[in-house]
């Protein structure tokens, strides 16, 4: 059966391709429906994208590879696509845009736009050999328990990276970039709780904290969220990307606060009081109470002196703590690293030496930071792919 694009992956970018492509155009999957990690995105709103998104906005040993795509598909493209299919969505912070109602509809109007293309999607369908032939590619594929041989001028990677094995994630655009010559990047779960094994934050789990959050990279402003097992939250998840084993993560407990002014103060009206239940004036009561433990926080806030009140509050906003690792891919929203960018176009995301064979999406070492930035690539790439695919027949 002979195809002029066959695209790996029914994602987001590989949908996204598929209705910029053109031709005869087949996407497979393993999965039994289309877009699965878009269902459960955003507590099954989808974040499908972030107003503010730009190139600063993700990581890469490249950091100017997305700038091409990003600038040629915006946050407001894909935003004129969502309104023209009459999508309802808000801003629920920091720019980041969720459906009103069901990430189902960002599905829906991926299948309605790839329906409008003429792709095809052929699901519950097993790779089982992809070979490189004299004018494209031959693809081995199982389907309702018959083999089928496919072959194909393009060969579009959309298979996305190793996060959230039990969606059915797996390493295949890895192995194929590896057999067609191309590099791979080291891979790591990003945008991922931290676990610490001494079960320190057990007696805190449930509460949460504003705070602004480090790891050998910018900071965030965002909530952190103690669990049975470590720390979690938007923050936690964001410096998740940076972190590296054996590195401390810094943390401000009172972002936006001065920490020693509202303790000295409280000195002339509750003087009388207990420092730990002051400290609980400022932060929630058990992680007050766990800091006062900590910290051997002990006597009246009237006998802390000036010195005791400023090693108090740098303490709080720099709390050092070294978590013993992550949850792994287990949880990871997305895939940090992969295939390397060096060996692909900027503008067409076409290997470029490996004729028709092109890479989209998180498959790649272009990885977004928390907020429907990971979903703007998958638009960006995937069209920039689908177009020049379309450009060139």
């Keep these: 059966m002979q195809y002029d694009t066959i695209i790996l992956g029914a994602g987001a970018a590989g949908m996204m391709c598929a209705a910029h492509a053109g031709g005869r155009t087949l996407v497979l999957d393993h999965a039994k429906a289309p877009g699965e990690k878009i269902r459960i995105s955003g507590g099954g709103r989808c974040n499908f994208t972030n107003m503010y998104t730009g190139p600063e906005n993700f990581l890469s040993q490249n950091p100017h590879f997305c700038k091409s795509a990003l600038s040629r598909y915006t946050q407001w493209d894909f935003l004129e696509l969502v309104n023209r299919y009459g999508i309802a969505y808000h801003e629920k912070t920091l720019g980041q845009l969720f459906c009103d109602h069901s990430a189902k509809d960002i599905i829906q109007m991926l299948l309605a736009e790839m329906q409008k293309a003429g792709a095809a999607l052929w699901l519950k369908t097993q790779i089982h050999r992809v070979d490189k032939t004299a004018d494209g590619f031959a693809i081995k594929v199982e389907r309702d328990g018959k083999s089928t041989l496919l072959s194909t001028r393009n060969l579009v990677l959309a298979t996305g990276g190793k996060s959230i094995p039990k969606m059915g994630a797996t390493g295949l655009a890895y192995d194929l970039a590896r057999q067609f010559g191309l590099a791979v990047t080291e891979t790591r779960a990003a945008l991922v709780p931290f676990t610490f094994t001494n079960g320190e934050f057990k007696p805190l789990a449930g509460v949460a904290q504003d705070v602004r959050a480090s790891a050998n990279g910018p900071h965030f402003d965002e909530a952190m969220l103690f669990t049975h097992r470590g720390l979690s939250g938007p923050a936690m998840l964001q410096i998740s990307s940076y972190w590296r084993e054996g590195q401390q993560i810094t943390i401000d407990l009172l972002p936006g606060q001065n920490a020693f002014e509202a303790l000295k103060s409280r000195r002339g009206t509750d003087g009388r009081r207990n420092l730990s239940t002051v400290l609980g004036q400022l932060l929630p009561t058990r992680l007050a109470e766990h800091l006062s433990t900590l910290y051997e926080l002990k006597g009246n806030l009237a006998d802390q002196s000036?010195?005791?009140?400023?090693?108090?509050?740098?303490?709080?906003?720099?709390?050092q703590r070294t978590p013993n690792g992550t949850e792994g891919y287990r949880t990871a929203e997305v895939t940090l690293g992969g295939i390397d960018t060096d060996a692909l176009s900027s503008r067409s995301m076409a290997a470029k030496d490996v004729p028709g064979l092109y890479v989209i999406g998180?498959?790649?070492?272009?990885?977004?930071?928390?907020g429907g930035y990971n979903f703007q690539w998958a638009w960006s790439s995937g069209h920039a792919a689908g177009t020049h695919i379309q450009s060139q027949s």
């Design 306 to 319: 000036d010195a005791a009140l400023r090693a108090l509050a740098d303490a709080l906003h720099n709390w």
């Design 362 to 370: 998180e498959a790649m070492d272009v990885t977004g930071w928390l």
